[in-house]
């Protein structure tokens, strides 16, 4: 089973939708991380939460936004899409004091 | 802008021969880290440098990092159509009292020709 899993891992969705990404790990890790990628750019971070009480803006963080429900689920909304949050949406985790990330599936976002 | 770059962006590479991609960023990195995507995958993590001039291999994989920490680069011999991805570097930097906050370059997409 996956360790870092992704719910949906596609959708299609209208410009103005609200839109929920959900992120869920088994890894007991206590930091987890959502990027954004898109071709030729890599992966920009758009939030991090280092535990569940801790929410911090990444480089994009404008137009999301996250909730830490719990140490394993982190989720990523998008409150009102426009196209130009079609991407490649990665969560990610990472164990204290270790560098090694761990990414899930990813979801990929069409927004038309 | 962006911090970390990678170039090239693309490589076209035959099989059996070497090919190098670098990384540069614009500050000093508390350390960098290096991750593979295949296509229609997720990055993988590869490994990690730390110290200032280190050297790790990885099998035919050869990556360093600078003496003044702001540069870093993976080397790969005998290429293989295994090698096919998408390599980003990524540098760390340490937030708080511990953890990291990964800055990714843009990738080198390599592509294997048979």
């Known amino acids: 089973d996956a360790d870092v899993t992704q719910t949906p891992r596609n959708r299609i969705t209208k410009t103005g939708k609200r839109i929920m990404l959900e992120c869920s790990q088994t890894k007991g890790h206590d930091r987890m991380y959502w990027y954004r990628q898109d071709p030729g750019l890599g992966l920009r971070l758009i939030y991090y939460s280092f535990d569940v009480k801790d929410i911090n803006k990444g480089e994009i963080s404008d137009g999301y936004s996250v909730s830490r429900q719990a140490q394993a689920k982190f989720s990523l909304s998008l409150e009102s899409a426009i196209p130009n949050q079609t991407a490649l949406y990665f969560c990610a985790t990472s164990a204290v004091d270790l560098g090694e990330q761990y990414f899930g599936p990813g979801t990929r976002l069409t927004v038309t | 802008g962006q911090q970390v770059m990678q170039i090239p962006q693309y490589q076209h590479v035959q099989e059996g021969e070497d090919f190098t991609t670098y990384c540069n960023s614009s500050?000093?990195?508390?350390?960098i880290q290096w991750y593979k995507q295949r296509p229609g995958g997720h990055p993988v993590f590869l490994i990690q440098?730390?110290?200032?001039?280190e050297v790790k291999k990885q099998k035919r994989l050869t990556f360093q990092f600078g003496e003044a920490k702001k540069n870093s680069s993976l080397h790969i011999t005998a290429t293989q159509t295994t090698d096919v991805g998408t390599y980003f570097c990524?540098?760390?930097?340490?937030?708080?009292?511990?953890?990291?906050?990964?800055?990714f370059g843009g990738g080198t997409r390599v592509l294997v020709k048979p």
């Open positions: 990524a540098g760390t930097l340490m937030f708080k009292a511990a953890g990291n906050k990964l800055t």
């Open positions: 500050t000093t990195l508390s350390n």
């Open positions: 440098l730390v110290k200032s001039g």
